[in-house]
């Protein structure tokens, strides 16, 4: 057996080569390595891509989820709400605009943000009347979009905003909606190891309201006005650079193939390690664009001892998420204690990632499955 990777960004590369060093060229000969074409013809395949009518790109899914916080006004007082298993940046935009993440617990089937949680939390918040609610950021957690035909209605009740933290949904479905067209806005990321990833930072965001595109649109450049040097607001420097957008451009067009081959890997893995682990549910009507492959152990141990043999047969395992956000030691201020999320808890505890990737072979899988059964 070769060395197993985690996520083979290389086998990817040899088989898009031609059209990446084709693109990276193409930008290097034409020079414009910020705001180039291509930037522009990918923000139009993305819109193609998921349905949605404006794509704003950026430098990283991070910021993505910044912007549009920032376009509404979030700040201190609000209460965003967001799931407490997920990652850290899912919660920091939040803080970093000055408002208050309040967590919620997640569904113990598809991991994603549990929408009797999200009332709960939103009731609770309302009666001790200190913050007041604004937003609610389902995640799309490990390619399967969040519970938004649950969540939508919940928003509406109380006239809050919704955007898709689609960073890993990218390519998941809803009776055959895609992901980044959820909500009011929706952002996602191409850091390299994402579905769909660039070689260094990148992101997007995605909104059908075209007040909100041309604000993002503004606060992307530096809050620009009528010209770069007029400066209506504070911004940020947001851009996502023409050479990730040329990489982008031919793994978009491979992407539903991968996608395809990821969800064969799916059904693959879940035959081949059947009661051993909890393999992924997911909610009738839905699909994942299964970027991680994330199990459950029946216990802490189990977990323990599965990874280390795992590890000890070569088998590359990464844990997303060993600390929910709530017990991070940067929200201590907060107040959260262990036990008041008790199935994130338990679910960072529990689960473990498997490798998974667009170009994953029947023998590495079968190869994993095998020591598996064996452990
Ligand atoms: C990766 C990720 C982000 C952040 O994206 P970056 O491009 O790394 O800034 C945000 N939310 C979730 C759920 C992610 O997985």
Redesign the pocket.
């Known amino acids: 057996m070769q060395k197993i990777e985690f996520n083979d960004l290389g086998a990817q590369y040899q088989h898009l080569k031609p059209e990446i060093d084709q693109g990276i060229a193409d930008v290097i000969a034409g020079c414009r390595f910020i705001s180039g074409p291509q930037v522009e013809e990918l923000e139009q395949e993305l819109c193609r891509y998921t349905g949605r009518k404006y794509c704003v790109s950026t430098s990283?899914?991070?910021d993505a989820?910044l912007l549009p916080l920032m376009a509404w006004g979030i700040g201190a007082g609000d209460a965003v709400f967001v799931p407490a298993f997920?990652?850290f940046?899912?919660a920091e935009v939040v803080s970093l605009t000055g408002a208050t993440p309040v967590f919620c617990d997640s569904d113990p089937q598809t991991y994603n943000m549990d929408p009797k949680s999200l009332e709960h939390m939103i009731e609770k918040t309302l009666q001790e009347g200190k913050l007041k609610p604004k937003a609610v950021i389902p995640?799309d957690l490990f390619g399967q979009p969040a519970d938004f035909p649950a969540i939508e209605p919940i928003c509406k009740k109380y006239g809050l905003k919704l955007m898709e933290?689609a960073?890993?949904g990218f390519g998941g479905t809803i009776h055959g909606k895609k992901a980044c067209s959820f909500g009011d806005v929706s952002a996602t990321?191409f850091?390299p190891a994402?579905a769909l990833g660039c070689y260094g930072?990148g992101?997007a965001i995605f909104t059908d309201d075209e007040e909100l595109y041309q604000l993002l649109v503004s606060l992307r450049v530096h809050g620009k006005g009528s010209f770069k040097y007029d400066n209506v607001r504070l911004g940020l420097n947001a851009r996502l650079d023409t050479l990730q957008a040329a990489i982008l451009l031919p793994k978009l067009r491979a992407f539903d193939g991968e996608t395809e081959h990821r969800n064969w890997a799916a059904d693959r893995y879940a035959k081949g390690i059947h009661g051993k682990v909890q393999t992924p549910v997911l909610k009738e009507g839905f699909t994942s664009s299964f970027g991680y492959y994330t199990v459950q152990a029946k216990t802490p141990e189990e977990r323990t001892r599965m990874i280390d043999g795992l590890k000890a047969a070569g088998v590359p395992i990464i844990i997303y998420y060993p600390k929910p956000l709530h017990l991070q030691t940067v929200y201590k201020p907060l107040g959260w204690k262990k036990g008041d999320l008790p199935v994130c808890e338990h679910l960072s505890e529990t689960v473990f990632s498997l490798p998974m990737h667009g170009y994953i072979t029947e023998e590495v899988i079968d190869y994993i499955c095998n020591t598996i059964q064996n452990l």
């Open positions: 990283n899914g991070t989820l997920t990652f940046a899912t995640v933290d960073a890993q990321s850091f994402k930072d992101g």
